[in-house]
């Protein structure tokens, strides 16, 4: 049983149908019951006019309706590579960093947080540990995403959809939201925040993995790139707070090979020659977070 279950059991009713737009209630398809069922037997959401989303056995909803999305998911193998160096904790002084920014000034004890492009769920994650009575959303457009993240923490819930073609969530339903090296839709995140509500976004600096841009060709960011996030929240948010995050990493081959596997460079890996690298390389991690208010 997905620790998940209960947990969308609670939220549900936060959650929107991307159908029409009202609130959705956990239903036991089995007995048809419009109460709300006991944890583990949580089987679909249903909402007023009788549109339904069963849940997957890995314990996402999915809310993605209509056509195709066009947005690009992460596949499985960048997931991988992703959790693996994740779970080595290179990444952890920015996944404190954002946990910090989230919880500050004190998330209140009840709070949602909401991750917009939560791929593993490790920030939602380390976000849920430093405030122990909040819960958590994971939302992604790629299946293999919210299939990690459904079991990410046990008071998360994951939600597969596509942020652009607008939240699947109510008006000023969460207190926080986290986007972390992940798309933004500045608007509806202004619309389903609420008003004392915080938005925490992380982005990278041009020294993020300076060393391996050369060498390996990687995509490397746009020295503009807080001018235009500044640019996007204009109407919506004011900035609060802004910090560096910046520090060496030593990472070995196998190390490389995970961070240019889970980010954009994985779409163009093939043929990358690895092994012309050092055995251990020190490299640099450089982030901005960036905490947002309502403007």
Same mark, same amino acid.
């Not at 939220?11 to 209630?25: N, S, T």
């Not at 609060?240 to 910090?243: G, K």
């Given at each position: 049983m997905s620790p998940a279950r209960p947990v969308l059991a609670e +939220?549900? /009713?936060? $959650?929107?149908? !991307?159908?029409? &737009? +009202?609130? +959705?209630?956990p239903r036991d398809r089995t007995s048809g019951s419009k109460a709300a069922p006991p944890p583990g037997r949580i089987e679909a959401l249903r909402c007023g006019q009788g549109h339904s989303f069963d849940l997957a056995k890995q314990g996402y909803v999915s809310l993605l309706t209509g056509a195709s999305t066009k947005m690009t998911g992460d596949t499985a @193998?960048? $997931?991988?590579?992703?959790?693996?160096?994740? /779970? &080595?904790g290179h990444f952890a002084a920015i996944a404190d960093a954002v946990a910090g920014a989230a919880s500050a000034p004190a998330t209140e004890p009840a709070a949602v947080v909401l991750e917009i492009g939560a791929g593993t769920g490790y920030y939602l994650a380390r976000t849920l540990d430093t405030a122990?009575?909040? *819960?958590?959303?994971? $939302?992604?457009? =790629? %299946?293999?995403?919210?299939? *990690?993240?459904?079991?990410?923490?046990? *008071? =998360?819930?994951?939600?597969? =959809?596509?942020a652009w073609r607008g939240l699947p969530l109510r008006d000023e339903s969460v207190h926080r939201v986290l986007s972390v090296f992940a798309p933004r839709n500045p608007a509806e995140v202004a619309r389903? $925040?609420?008003?004392? /509500?915080?938005f925490v976004v992380a982005t990278p600096t041009p020294r993020h993995l300076a060393e391996l841009v050369g060498p390996l060709g990687l995509v490397?960011?746009? !020295?503009? %790139?807080?001018?235009?996030l500044s640019e996007s929240m204009a109407g919506h948010f004011e900035l609060?707070?802004?910090?560096v995050v910046d520090y060496p990493m030593k990472l070995d081959r196998a190390d490389i090979?995970?961070?240019?596997?889970?980010? !954009?460079? @994985?779409?163009?890996?093939? &043929?990358?020659? #690895?092994?012309?690298? !050092?055995?251990?390389?020190?490299?640099?991690?450089?982030?901005?977070?960036?905490?947002?208010? #309502?403007?």
């Open positions: +939220l549900a /009713g936060l $959650l929107a149908c !991307p159908e029409c &737009g +009202l609130a +959705l209630e @193998a960048m $997931l991988d590579a992703r959790a693996a160096f994740q /779970g &080595g122990p009575e909040a *819960r958590g959303l994971a $939302l992604d457009v =790629a %299946k293999a995403a919210v299939r *990690r993240s459904a079991r990410a923490h046990p *008071r =998360a819930a994951a939600v597969l =959809a596509d389903v $925040l609420r008003a004392d /509500g915080r490397t960011v746009d !020295p503009d %790139k807080d001018r235009r609060l707070d802004r910090v090979a995970n961070v240019v596997g889970m980010g !954009p460079s @994985a779409f163009h890996d093939e &043929g990358r020659d #690895h092994s012309a690298l !050092p055995a251990s390389l020190e490299v640099t991690a450089s982030v901005t977070v960036s905490s947002y208010g #309502h403007a």
